[in-house]
């Protein structure tokens, strides 16, 4: 029997969708080490998030927190204007792209344009088709045609990373996993250098797509590598950190799956999956950052970090609660619940490592930095652009506050914790999320402690390339 399925499975693939070759391009120079990526973007007070996956219910509690950025006096603007950086994941990877794409405007139709749309209308999911069942087989229900292309063309309308970059600040950091390697993978230049691929060719919404692809809903999405010719050089920490027998498991995992892209007779394929696998916070990509890093301030610039004197880090989290009456009585769960619960287990304790793995990085990044401002000499500091007459070496704070549905009031958090995790939602639903995530902003002290700073400075122009 199980034969006679497999062979009719076959069948059926031959008229399903067909495969799509990567869309990633090769470099063709040598470009700059962060090929256009916008540098010196932090101020003395500078904000920088985190956006959890989570589906739709996450692009629409990210666009809230957004809003309430934007409601939330500050100096001579708003929190808005002090946002420098953000890092994404799956649904949260939604809002920030389209967000940094579009400035503080997108935030007027973001609604119309992104959360009230029907995605799940394009996609295939009955398991009663037996076409579905060929798609299984091949490694997805969805592909980039009934996904990532609508994204491309209906959302982000055909924008690249230059185009991305081209915005300034923000920064953006899109979040995905390497399936075979089971690491994160961040759409960002030193990454696609190992590939030796461009990333300011590479569409914002294929990034944006892997981020989202949910294994079995969908199919990896493919990046060719370009080992052959190679216009760049190897990451130097790749050497070091592959012959260094206490390196972090973290540090030398990344290594290998570095190293790989560059062997001419390697896979030749890296394959890209939903980003909450390997950390559903979007942090992960920080502390790789920080562990490769060769000096005190990386990932902020030397400018940056001369300037900064409070860094507030919101780690944004959409996650769901345990959900299900199972364990109310002595059977199940069923396989189904089982299936779902045990993916929600591995997703929810790498967040949570992740989490607990950040806060205490923070606390040695700002050490670092700290110890770098005050070896400066007052040359180095006058080369890096100065320092204002009040400026201490030793005053630098970084502060990491999470924001998530339990920070909205009682009763509207219950209701947002229940909403399921999908690409469709109801507008009522898609209101209680955004509306739990102004009020998570309003709701925190510590935001309001950081917005009622008096030296808050006037919010800078959007700079544009």
């Not at 989570?54 to 001579?76: I, R, T």
């Not at 009934?146 to 300034?168: I, K, P, S, W």
């Not at 007052?378 to 320092?387: P, Q």
Request: proline share 7%; hydrophobic share 45%.
């Amino acid at each position: 029997m199980v034969g006679v399925l497999a062979a009719f499975a076959t069948a059926l693939a031959g008229c399903a969708t067909p495969h799509r070759l990567p869309v990633n391009v090769p470099l063709a120079d040598v470009p700059s080490p962060h090929m256009g990526r916008p540098q010196d973007l932090l101020q003395a007070y500078t904000t920088a998030i985190a956006f959890s996956g989570g589906g739709l219910k996450a692009s629409a509690f990210a666009a809230g927190v957004l809003e309430g950025l934007a409601a939330s006096p500050a100096g001579q603007g708003d929190l808005l204007d002090t946002v420098a950086f953000i890092s994404s994941v799956s649904g949260g990877s939604l809002t920030a792209a389209y967000y940094v794409l579009h400035g503080r405007n997108g935030l007027a139709d973001i609604r119309s344009r992104v959360l009230d749309r029907d995605f799940e209308s394009r996609l295939n999911l009955s398991l009663a088709s037996p076409a579905n069942w060929a798609r299984l087989l091949r490694g997805g229900l969805n592909d980039r045609s009934n996904f990532a292309q609508v994204l491309d063309d209906e959302v982000f309308g055909h924008a690249t990373f230059a185009d991305l970059y081209a915005r300034g600040r923000p920064d953006l950091w899109i979040n995905a996993t390497d399936l075979y390697h089971r690491t994160s993978f961040p759409f960002l230049p030193g990454v696609f250098s190992a590939l030796c691929s461009d990333l300011r060719q590479f569409p914002v919404a294929d990034a944006v797509a892997a981020s989202m692809a949910v294994p079995v809903v969908f199919k990896p999405t493919v990046l060719r590598t370009f080992p052959r010719h190679c216009p760049t050089p190897e990451a130097a920490f790749i050497q070091r950190t592959l012959e260094n027998p206490s390196a972090p498991r973290l540090l030398r995992a990344i290594a290998e799956a570095m190293r790989s892209y560059r062997d001419p007779d390697g896979p030749g394929f890296a394959k890209l999956v939903d980003g909450g696998l390997t950390d559903n916070f979007g942090l992960s990509s920080l502390l790789m950052a920080r562990a490769v890093a060769s000096d005190a301030h990386s990932p902020m610039t030397a400018r940056d970090a001369i300037r900064v004197r409070k860094l507030l880090f919101l780690v944004v989290d959409a996650g769901r609660g345990p959900s299900g009456s199972w364990n109310r009585q002595f059977d199940g769960p069923g396989g189904v619940d089982s299936a779902l619960a045990a993916t929600d287990a591995a997703i929810d304790a790498a967040a949570r490592l992740a989490a607990d793995s950040f806060q205490a990085v923070m606390l040695k990044w700002r050490d670092a930095v700290v110890a770098h401002r005050c070896g400066l000499t007052e040359t180095d500091i006058s080369v890096l652009g100065g320092v204002a007459a009040d400026w201490r070496c030793d005053d630098v704070e970084f502060v990491v506050e999470l924001l998530s549905f339990q920070n909205a009031d009682p009763a509207l958090s219950t209701k947002t914790r229940a909403i399921e995790t999908r690409l469709t939602l109801p507008r009522e639903q898609i209101d209680a999320a955004m509306e739990a995530g102004r009020q998570a902003v309003r709701n925190s002290a510590v935001v309001r402690s950081f917005a009622a700073h008096p030296r808050l400075p006037t919010p800078p122009p959007t700079r544009e390339r």
